[in-house]
């Protein structure tokens, strides 16, 4: 028999999603102390839980997760990067893109971050992927690129030789696959967030 709890699947629930399953038991919280304390659910931040892999059957998606931590955002940045295999580097910190004030949440599946930007510019150039039954909200590369050259401190491209050596020597970018890049969402990134000269930069890069 299964458990009960595998019908939530890998997506982060809350407390009383899961109390809903045992609607016989009217200590709520106490039935979902004794499903931590036994290890077949794992507490993200207060109030919000996802089914341990053994019990649901999926892994545990820390893509998903991010969305859920702290809302709206979606992953982008050096995650991004790295997921779509763009970068060599593993990234040790999930990070995403927010429209509320910076957080950072540690638990036991990971660290993740969340760096602000403003509404407009945070709706441009997102996906919406799924693996092994998750389904999360992901920069795409282009968008990831330019949340990037955004929130890094220092980073002023006004040359196309130094973004070309912003991309090949500090992020080791895949340059076959930027060059496939969607000029379209650049230039929709500089025209609505900030260091518009940089990315216009990476763009007429692009287009030689």
Avoid at 141 to 168: F, Q
Avoid at 174 to 202: E, N, V
Wanted: hydrophobic share 40%; glycine share 6%; net charge positive.
């Amino acid at each position: 028999m299964k458990n009960t709890l595998h019908t939530l699947g890998n997506t982060p629930v809350t407390t009383a999603a899961i109390a809903s399953l045992y609607p016989e038991i009217s200590g709520a919280n106490q039935k979902v102390s004794a499903l931590e304390s036994n290890g077949e659910i794992i507490r993200l931040k207060r109030g919000l839980y996802v089914v341990s892999p053994g019990i649901s059957g999926r892994r545990i998606s820390t893509e998903l997760v991010a969305n859920h931590l702290y809302a709206p955002s979606y992953v982008s940045l050096l995650s991004a990067l790295r997921w779509y295999g763009l970068i060599p580097e593993r990234v040790a910190t999930t990070q995403s893109i927010t429209v509320k004030h910076f957080r950072k949440f540690v638990n036991s599946i990971g660290i993740f971050e969340y760096t602000c930007t403003n509404r407009e510019y945070f709706s441009i150039g997102l996906r919406h992927m799924e693996t092994e039954g998750a389904g999360f909200i992901i920069a795409s590369p282009e968008k990831a690129l330019c949340d990037l050259v955004i929130t890094t401190s220092g980073v002023n491209l006004r040359y196309r030789e130094e973004a070309r050596a912003y991309l090949e020597d500090n992020l080791r970018l895949d340059m076959d696959a930027f060059r496939s890049f969607d000029l379209s969402i650049l230039k929709q990134c500089a025209q609505s967030g900030k260091k518009a000269a940089s990315i216009q930069t990476i763009i007429k890069l692009l287009e030689q």
